[in-house]
C-alpha cells in the first residue's frame, strides 16, 4: 500500500465533459471538475458561491416569454429594457433603472410604451445603439430608431432613408445592424442574405451610392447694381466658381473652395472669365452683414464687375450624381460576400474590422489600403467555416464570440500569431456535455471578473469564465428552481460592477410565472449581508417575526438568513407573509439552492505508476476557505459530514463569522476504484474555496 496527498491548487479547467475521465495525462485534468454547479471559477484559480437572484417584478406578461435588452448611455445612466407581447398582440416595453421600474414623472404608474414586434420575432431582433439611439433591425420589419429622450420617454419611429435600396421592402428588410467607422451597417434581407449596406460617412440615413457636392438648400443670389456699392438684390443665377486665395477668383471644375477666414464657402459668378488672376481688376471685398434671414454675404466692387452677379454659400449638401461618375469616397457602399453558398448574415460586429457571421462562415470587410472604408477602398475575406447561429454574438477584448451553427459550441474569433491567421477557437470542448442541449442566447459581464453567460434551449444557465490572457475557459452551471428565459447586462454605477438581469420562469401553486430578477452582487465579507436565496427579498429595519412582501412565492417553501444566522425553513403565507423563529433587523429569504464541486476522479499516482483503477480510500480531506461559513464534504451528495466553524469563543445564539483557512474532515467511505469527493453548500452561506488536499491510501 501507499499513501498519497494530491493536491487541487485550482479549478480554471471548469466543469469537463464525461469524455476526459480517462484523460489524466491532459494537464487541465487536474483542475477540472466533473460537477461544478452554482459556483464561479475565479482567473486565478478559486471558486465563489453564486451570489442569490434578487426579484424585482413580475414580468409585463406571465403568459408569453419576453426579452431583456441592455442600454447604457453612459456609466451613470443605464437602463434593462423588458420586451413583451400582450394578450391582445400588442408588442409592449418597460423600463427599469436603479434596480426597479421606471415609472411616469409624478405619478406611481409604470412607464410602459406599445412596441410593433409580437413575441415570437424577439430572437431575430438585432441592435446598434449610438448614444440616445438603438437602432433595431428585423427582416420582417421597417428598420427602427429608439430614441432615449428622458428616463420616462422613449420614441420609436421608422428611419426614412435618403436612398434607401429598391430591394427593401415589405418581408424584405435587413435583419443585422452595426456601425463601422461612422457608417451605418445594415446587412441580410431575406432575399439578398449575404449582401450589406454601409451608410455615407457620418450620415447614418442617407444610402446613396452615388452623389456630388452641391450647395446647401435656402441659398441667396444677389446682384451688385453700383460699383462698390452694397445694393443687392435677390433672383440671379450664375455659374460656379471657386476662391482661392481671397483676391482673385479662377473658373474651375472643383467645387470647394476656402474663404481667409477660414470658412468652406462656394461661390457664382455670372459671365466668368476662363482666368483672373490674383490681384487683378477683378478684386472683391468681403464683409458680413446680418439681414432679416441671418447672415448675409454682402461684396464690393470696381467698377469692371458693375452688373454681375455673385452668391455665397455654405459647403454641405449632396445630389445624386451623374451617371459615369466615380463615387465619392464618404458615399454608401453596397457590398456582396461571394461564396459557394448563399448563406445568411447573421450578425455584424463593429472591431478594427468589421465582422460579419454567416450560416456558412466568417468574413472580415476592412479597407483595402491603409485609407479609411470607401466604395473605391474595400475588401471582404473569408476567415473561417464554422458558420454561426442567429444567436447574438459578444465582443469581449479583442475576441468575437458567437455560437456556431447548430448552437452546440461557442465559438472565439481571434487574431492567433502563431499561425498569422484569425481562428475560430471552440471554447466549449471541454465541456460538450454542458452544450450538447443547444444554446440560444449569451450575454458578458465584465465585472467582477470577465464572464460569459449562455441560456440553454431548456431554460439553464451557464457560466463561462473567459480570460484568455491567463489561457482561463471554465464552465459552471448555474441551477435555480426555474427556466430562465431571457438575459441582459448592464453596468450598475451604484454597485460598482455590471449585473447579469434575467427573465426567469418559476412555477408558484401550480402556475406558471415569469419573473424579472438580477443576480446579486459577489459577497463583501459581512455574514449578515449574505444573500445566497433566489427570488429574494431583503427586509432592513426594526428586529421583527412577521416578515412581509413575498406574495410573488406564496405557497413555497423558503430558505431564511436572519441577521446572519440561519433560520429555519418557512413556507409563505396566501398575504406573502413568513414568521421568524426569533425576531431580527437584517433578514433574506427565497428559494434555496445548493452548490457543489466534485473534482474529477483523484490521480495520486503509485508505486506502480497511475492510480487510476487500483482500490484505494480517502481517508481525510483538507479544504483551504476563504470567506466561508457551512458546508459539507464526503464522496457524493447522499453522504456528507458537516464543516465545523462554530467554536466555543463563539457565543450561543449570535451569528458566527465567516471563516478564511484550513479545515479538516474525516472522509466517510470506504474502499473503491472510484477516487471521488464532494463539497456541498446547501445553506444560505457564502462559501469560497482555495484549495483542496485529500489524503488516499492506495492499494498497490
Avoid at 64 to 69: A, H, R, V, Y
Amino acid at each position: 500500500m501507499s499513501i498519497a496527498t494530491p493536491t487541487i491548487t485550482n479549478f480554471t479547467a471548469g466543469e469537463m465533459s464525461p469524455r476526459l475521465e480517462g484523460r489524466v495525462d491532459l494537464s487541465k485534468y487536474y483542475n477540472g471538475c466533473r460537477k461544478l454547479v452554482n459556483f464561479h471559477v475565479h482567473p486565478h484559480g478559486g471558486i465563489t458561491r453564486r451570489s442569490g437572484f434578487r426579484f424585482v417584478t413580475e414580468a409585463m406578461e406571465s403568459a408569453k416569454p419576453g426579452l431583456l435588452i441592455p442600454f447604457e448611455f453612459n456609466g451613470n445612466q443605464t437602463y434593462v429594457l423588458e420586451l413583451s407581447e400582450d394578450a391582445a398582440g400588442q408588442g409592449r416595453m418597460r423600463v427599469f433603472a436603479d434596480h426597479g421600474v421606471v415609472l411616469k414623472s409624478g405619478t406611481a404608474q409604470e412607464y410602459v410604451r406599445d412596441i410593433p414586434y409580437k413575441a415570437d420575432q424577439f430572437d431575430r431582433l438585432r441592435f446598434a445603439q449610438t448614444a440616445e439611439v438603438l437602432v433595431i433591425a428585423h427582416p420582417e420589419h421597417p428598420v427602427r430608431k429608439l430614441t432615449r429622450v428622458n428616463h420616462d420617454e422613449w420614441t420609436l419611429e421608422e428611419l426614412t432613408f435618403i436612398g434607401q435600396p429598391e430591394q427593401w421592402g415589405e418581408g424584405n428588410y435587413p435583419s443585422a445592424v452595426g456601425f463601422y467607422e461612422q457608417r451605418l451597417v445594415l446587412a441580410g434581407t431575406p432575399r439578398e442574405p449575404g449582401t450589406l449596406w454601409l451608410s455615407r460617412t457620418g450620415e447614418m440615413t442617407d444610402f446613396r451610392l452615388k452623389t456630388r457636392e452641391v450647395p446647401l438648400d435656402g441659398w441667396r443670389d444677389r446682384e451688385i447694381v453700383a460699383a462698390g456699392g452694397h445694393t443687392v438684390r435677390a433672383g440671379k443665377n450664375g455659374d460656379t466658381m471657386v476662391l482661392r486665395d481671397g483676391d482673385g477668383f479662377e473658373n474651375l471644375d472643383g467645387l470647394k473652395g476656402q474663404h481667409p477666414d477660414g470658412s468652406t464657402r462656394y461661390y457664382r459668378y455670372k459671365g466668368a472669365k476662363n482666368h483672373v488672376a490674383s490681384g487683378a481688376d477683378l478684386t472683391l471685398t468681403f464683409q458680413d452683414t446680418v439681414g432679416d434671414n441671418g447672415i448675409e454675404a454682402i461684396w464690393g466692387a470696381d467698377d469692371n464687375l458693375q452688373d454681375e452677379f455673385w452668391e455665397c454659400f455654405e459647403v454641405g449638401d449632396r445630389t445624386d450624381a451623374q451617371a459615369g461618375d466615380t463615387p465619392l469616397a464618404d458615399d454608401a457602399i453596397e457590398a456582396t460576400l461571394s461564396g459557394r453558398q448563399a448563406n445568411a448574415i447573421e450578425f455584424v460586429v463593429p472591431r478594427e474590422k468589421l465582422w460579419i457571421g454567416t450560416a456558412g462562415g466568417e468574413w472580415a470587410v476592412e479597407a483595402a489600403s491603409n485609407e479609411g472604408v470607401s466604395p473605391e477602398n474595400i475588401k471582404a475575406s473569408h476567415e473561417g467555416t464554422c458558420g454561426a447561429s442567429s444567436a447574438r454574438p459578444e465582443a469581449v477584448g479583442f475576441a468575437t464570440l458567437y455560437i456556431q451553427r447548430a448552437g452546440k459550441k461557442i465559438r472565439e474569433m481571434a487574431y492567433r500569431l502563431e499561425s498569422n491567421a484569425y481562428v475560430s477557437r471552440d471554447l466549449s470542448i471541454l465541456a460538450d456535455h454542458l452544450t450538447e442541449p443547444g444554446l440560444r442566447q449569451m450575454t458578458y459581464v465584465q465585472e467582477p471578473q470577465s464572464t460569459v453567460y449562455c441560456v440553454r434551449e431548456d431554460g439553464a444557465l451557464l457560466a463561462l469564465t473567459y480570460d484568455p490572457v491567463q489561457e482561463v475557459a471554465a464552465w459552471s452551471r448555474l441551477e435555480t428552481d426555474g427556466v430562465v428565459e431571457a438575459v441582459a447586462s448592464i453596468y450598475s454605477d451604484v454597485c460598482k460592477h455590471d449585473e447579469l438581469w434575467a427573465i426567469i420562469r418559476r412555477t408558484v401553486n401550480g402556475v406558471e410565472c415569469r419573473y424579472v430578477e438580477y443576480l446579486e452582487g459577489a459577497f463583501n465579507g459581512k455574514v449578515e449581508d449574505a444573500f445566497f436565496v433566489d427570488s429574494g427579498l431583503s427586509y432592513d429595519g426594526e428586529p421583527a417575526t412577521s416578515i412581509q412582501g413575498l406574495n410573488h412565492l406564496a405557497g413555497r417553501k423558503v430558505a431564511v438568513l436572519a441577521d446572519g444566522a440561519v433560520q429555519p425553513d418557512q413556507v409563505v403565507a396566501s398575504d406573502g407573509s413568513i414568521t421568524l423563529a426569533r425576531p431580527a433587523s437584517k433578514v433574506h429569504a427565497g428559494l434555496p439552492y445548493q452548490s457543489v464541486v466534485q473534482p474529477m476522479r483523484l490521480e495520486s499516482g503509485s508505486q506502480r505508476g497511475t492510480s487510476q483503477t487500483k482500490r484505494q480510500r480517502i481517508t481525510r480531506v483538507g479544504v483551504r476557505f476563504y470567506n466561508t461559513l457551512g458546508g459539507r464534504i464526503g464522496p457524493d451528495e447522499a453522504h456528507l459530514e458537516a464543516v465545523h466553524f462554530r467554536s466555543p469563543s463563539n457565543p450561543m445564539g449570535k451569528a458566527v463569522d465567516v471563516f478564511s483557512g484550513d479545515k479538516t474532515v474525516l472522509f466517510p467511505k470506504g474502499w473503491t476504484r472510484e477516487s471521488v469527493l464532494t463539497v456541498v453548500q446547501d445553506q444560505p452561506l457564502p462559501m469560497s474555496i482555495l484549495l483542496i488536499v485529500p489524503t488516499a491510501v492506495i492499494n498497490e
